[in-house]
């Protein structure tokens, strides 16, 4: 598990934390792909705005998810993201960037408790 | 067969985006809420998803059905949309017949069903063009689903 300060991105929400713990990234704008292929405690970053991400981070129990390259989400994309305690964010990062930044910025997590509720042991 | 233990219905719309994928997750709330495992309950909500999110963009809306039996729970996805003309074609990864509105966002990869065949022990569909299409899903529950 690993950890890492969110600060090149923005909260899309006031109560989303500033740091997030993590298992790695999956960057994809196919929906259908993410389900496929996105494991649990992941970070997604996307391009889409739409609701439906938050729909795909609850089914596959995401760390966290970025709306990279600038991209503002749906005022409902937020309001889904509180209510389903999903972290989301934003950035004005390139995605490519952003995953750059992501591996060379992630710190080894001591504790195990996140978000998204994962477990070392699962 | 013997009665289900537990019916649920819930109807989905029609290119209805703002909402779409509201029965998957209803219905994967009502499961953990059940106390039902973890692992059956993401197989079954992916397979919820998916079968929604095609009646959504295909399917002219319709409904999604849960029953919980002894041995497995059965998820029925029920339209009355144009139906499938070519199911193994359907079937396969990558084809898919949406929009390019619908691709610009983030649907229409072709991977909904295979996803669904992967999460599921059962899958049947039964469609004829022109008269729907009725997508059912088996999980079965093994001793300690609950
Ligand atoms: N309920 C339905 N009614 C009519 N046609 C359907 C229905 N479900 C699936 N299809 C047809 O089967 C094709 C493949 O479905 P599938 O879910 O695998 O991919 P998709 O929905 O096109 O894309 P994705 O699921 O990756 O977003 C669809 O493009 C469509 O032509
Ligand atoms: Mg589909």
């Given at each position: 598990?690993k ?63 970025i ?23 934003v950035t ?15 710190k080894?997590?001591?504790d ?11 | ?36 495992d ?6 079954l ?17 319709g409904?999604?059905?849960m ?27 990558g ?29 049947g ?7 729907g299409?009725v ?12």
């Open positions: 598990m950890k890492l300060d969110m600060s090149p991105t923005a909260p899309a929400s006031a109560n989303t934390a500033k740091e997030v713990c993590f298992r790695g990234c999956i960057v994809c704008d196919i929906l259908s792909y993410a389900i496929a292929h996105a494991e649990k405690g992941q970070i997604w970053i996307t391009h889409h705005t739409h609701p439906n991400i938050i729909a795909v981070a609850v089914l596959k129990e995401l760390a966290a998810v709306v990279a390259g600038g991209r503002k989400p749906d005022p409902e994309t937020i309001r889904r993201a509180e209510e389903e305690e999903i972290p989301l964010y004005s990062y390139q995605a490519y960037d952003l995953a750059k930044w992501i591996a060379s910025h992630d080894e997590a001591d195990m408790i996140t978000a998204a509720g994962v477990s070392e042991n699962e | 067969m013997s009665a289900p233990l537990c019916k649920k219905e819930f109807f989905v719309q029609e290119f209805d985006f703002e909402h779409a994928g509201k029965a998957a997750s209803d219905m994967r709330k009502l499961l953990m809420d059940y106390g039902f973890q692992q059956i309950v993401r197989r909500a992916i397979a919820a998803y998916e079968a929604e999110m095609n009646m959504v963009i295909h399917g002219f809306g409904t999604l059905i029953e919980i039996n002894f041995e497995y729970i059965e998820l029925v996805a029920k339209d009355n949309g144009p139906g499938i003309s070519d199911l193994k074609l359907a079937m396969q990864e084809f898919s017949t949406a929009s390019d509105e619908i691709r610009e966002i983030g649907f229409g990869a072709g991977m909904g069903l295979p996803n669904i065949k992967r999460c599921v022990n059962f899958l569909i039964e469609t004829k063009p022109g008269q299409t997508v059912t899903m088996r999980v079965d529950l093994g001793p300690d689903a609950i």
